[in-house]
């Protein structure tokens, strides 16, 4: 089974959750590799505490050929914007709830992920 490889965007609060759990529960399946914030510092500091050797701007995520899924963990209003953007960039996107603040995001992030051939999830970890 091919382990994919993750990159977070949003490294606030829940990402400890998820970072955690990536580590003791799932690394059968999956590996993050990198992470990403708006506030650089914050994916540094992440980086530092699990050992992840690329992090930077949401930017590093979303042009990383190696990533294949983005764990988009930013506030919900920005959830479309970065599912929309992830799916774009060849990735497929994994998000914490909402998938979208709004009826018409959310079509649009089914349509575009159908467009793309990339598949979408949304629940929360913790």
């Known amino acids: 089974m091919k382990k994919y490889k993750v990159g977070?965007?949003?490294?606030?609060?829940?990402?400890?959750?998820?970072?955690?759990?990536?580590?003791?529960v799932f690394s059968d399946y999956f590996e993050v590799t990198a992470v990403g914030d708006?506030?650089?510092?914050?994916?540094?500091?992440?980086?530092?505490?699990?050992g992840i050797g690329k992090y930077g701007s949401?930017?590093?995520?979303y042009n990383d050929p190696d990533i294949d899924i983005i764990l988009n963990l930013t506030v919900p209003a920005a959830h479309a914007e970065v599912t929309l953007r992830g799916l774009r960039a060849g990735k497929?996107?994994?998000?914490?709830?909402?998938?979208?603040?709004s009826r018409e995001d959310m079509r649009t992030i089914l349509r575009t992920a159908e467009e793309c051939g990339k598949r979408i999830g949304c629940a929360p970890d913790s």
Not at 38 to 50: L, Q
Not at 92 to 101: D, I, Q, S
Request: charged fraction near 25%; proline fraction near 5%.
């Open 8 to 24: 977070v965007i949003g490294c606030g609060s829940i990402a400890g959750n998820y970072l955690d759990h990536a580590k003791r």
């Open 38 to 50: 708006i506030v650089e510092e914050k994916a540094a500091g992440r980086a530092a505490k699990y």
């Open 58 to 61: 949401p930017d590093l995520i």
């Open 92 to 101: 497929h996107v994994y998000t914490e709830k909402p998938l979208a603040c």
